[in-house]
């Protein structure tokens, strides 16, 4: 009998997901669900029908972070361990590179990978029972997919640096108020709430989601000035696209527009 898949993939509409399907393992990562979401990333990325991706989890929880199991059996492997947090790396900074806009659902625990994980999107709903913690520092650990970087890149220094050193968990409200989510649902509203989202990013110029998405994020990591000057110097390519073309057009016509 075979091992059931950790990561469910599908196409629904204009929407990649991804659905983590571990529920009973809190739907911690493994090596396996890292090459699945790498492989469904670059097969949505080459499909020109999807324009959105949502990460989605079974059961009552996000994520936890890696499978402990997985990381028990490196041992004193160094390298194998170094390994697998470059796997982990390179997935989050794919997710964070795509050209589609990535949102994530977030319900129940979403503790050290798994928030790690939720970083890298570039939306996240929550859940009003979501919790959410790093707990690297509970079991000796450090993360290793990026939460040293990207924790206090969203929420501060200070509030990143307690919420790593104590392990301990904040709630939905609190993550909310810290910039962790953009939105936060009655539990039983969460999926349907977020699926709306990616449908309605469907309806929208891709090329200018694209667009925004990369400037907005290599504009973080570059003196303004310089991040102005790469907006500015977008504009004269872009505004002559098709897709452009039709905006203004539907806008005169009052009519909604129908994009490539």
Not at 13 to 26: D, H, I, S, Y
Not at 205 to 225: F, H, T, V
Not at 247 to 260: D, H, S, T, W, Y
């Amino acid at each position: 009998m075979s091992e059931a898949q950790p990561v469910l993939v599908s196409i629904e509409g204009r929407v990649g997901v991804l659905e983590l399907a571990r529920p009973e393992k809190f739907n911690a990562m493994t090596e396996r669900a890292i090459e699945i979401i790498g492989q469904a990333l670059g097969e949505f990325e080459a499909n020109q029908d999807v324009r959105a991706i949502l990460i989605r989890a079974q059961g009552r929880n996000f994520c936890t972070g890696d499978d402990l199991d997985e990381i028990d059996s490196f041992g004193s492997d160094g390298d194998q361990a170094g390994e697998s947090s470059l796997r982990g790396h390179r997935l989050l900074q794919r997710l964070e590179a795509s050209h589609l806009p990535v949102v994530a659902a977030v319900q129940g625990l979403a503790l050290a990978g798994g928030l790690e994980f939720m970083l890298a999107a570039d939306v996240v709903f929550l859940a009003e029972n979501a919790r959410i913690g790093d707990q690297h520092a509970q079991f000796g650990l450090i993360p290793g997919w990026g939460g040293t970087q990207r924790l206090p890149r969203i929420i501060g220094m200070r509030r990143a640096l307690d919420l790593m050193f104590s392990a301990r968990w904040i709630d939905s409200a609190t993550a909310m108020e810290w910039g962790l989510a953009n939105y936060v649902l009655p539990d039983d509203d969460l999926q349907s709430a977020a699926m709306e989202y990616c449908i309605q990013l469907g309806t929208r110029n891709g090329e200018g989601i694209a667009l925004m998405k990369r400037l907005a994020r290599e504009g973080m990591d570059l003196p303004i000035s310089q991040a102005l000057d790469s907006e500015r110097l977008e504009i004269p390519a872009f505004l002559q696209s098709a897709n452009v073309a039709e905006g203004v057009a539907a806008f005169m016509q009052k009519r909604k527009p129908e994009f490539l």
